[in-house]
């Protein structure tokens, strides 16, 4: 069964609405402060004649995460994860907003702008107006981000992305559904008059989301792949 839209908040019940899309990056880890505490004075060794053999040290690789803001020349799974978790915290941005004043600020709707492409904006817009007609009952608070996943990457070039992903709303609902069913998304080349402030700094936004409640094949590729 497809549902074109299972909205942000509905997705707790599973009740379908008749419009929108399939709808967060984790709070940074607050490191604790450096110690205040003096330096130990350690005695000098005494030298001796016969010297040290000292065992050389292994430094462990250090893994290095694609980034969002740098189109690289092959697109992989893992930069498009990066890419999502930029748009998915500038669309928690506006759930947020909506959600602390019970209304739809102007700067959630400049946040949506800076995610999505049209249609797909006028679509979201339309959502974000009928959880504000229904409430935010399952709604943590504050609601964290949503997070999106890629499950693989269907088609890529330098101007359009096309991918399934699955989406986890465990920091955005107190309880969701099971994460079950199939999820397209197409990116394509962020225009600068949609994000004037560059509050998504990634070169891409949303234009095409599709989603199904079962596992289902992908859908003709947007990206005319």
């Not at 492409?117 to 817009?125: H, S």
């Not at 504050?142 to 997070?147: C, I, K, Q, T």
């Amino acid at each position: 069964m497809r549902r074109m839209g299972l909205s942000l908040f509905v997705v707790a019940s599973l009740v379908l609405v008749a419009c929108g899309s399939s709808h967060p990056v984790s709070s940074p880890t607050t490191l604790a402060p450096p110690s205040t505490h003096s330096p130990t004075t350690r005695p000098r060794p005494t030298p001796t004649a016969t010297p040290t053999t000292v065992a050389p040290t292994t430094v462990a690789p250090t893994t290095t995460f694609p980034d969002p803001d740098v189109v690289p020349a092959v697109i992989t799974p893992a930069y498009v994860d990066a890419v999502f978790a930029v748009l998915d915290h500038v669309y928690g941005n506006a759930v947020r907003l909506m959600v602390a004043t019970t209304n739809l600020p102007v700067q959630a709707t400049v946040d949506l702008r800076a995610v999505f492409a049209d249609p797909e904006y006028a679509t979201e817009l339309k959502i974000f107006h009928l959880e504000l007609e229904q409430g935010f009952a399952h709604v943590r608070r504050p609601p964290g981000d949503r997070r999106t996943t890629v499950v693989r990457v269907l088609s890529a070039s330098e101007t359009c992305i096309f991918v399934q992903t699955k989406t986890s709303f465990r920091a955005v609902i107190t309880d969701p559904a099971p994460e079950t069913g199939t999820e397209y998304y197409a990116l394509e080349k962020k225009s600068s008059a949609n994000d004037p402030d560059r509050l998504n700094s990634t070169a891409w936004e949303i234009y095409y989301d599709v989603a199904y409640t079962a596992v289902e094949p992908p859908p003709k590729d947007p990206c005319g792949g």
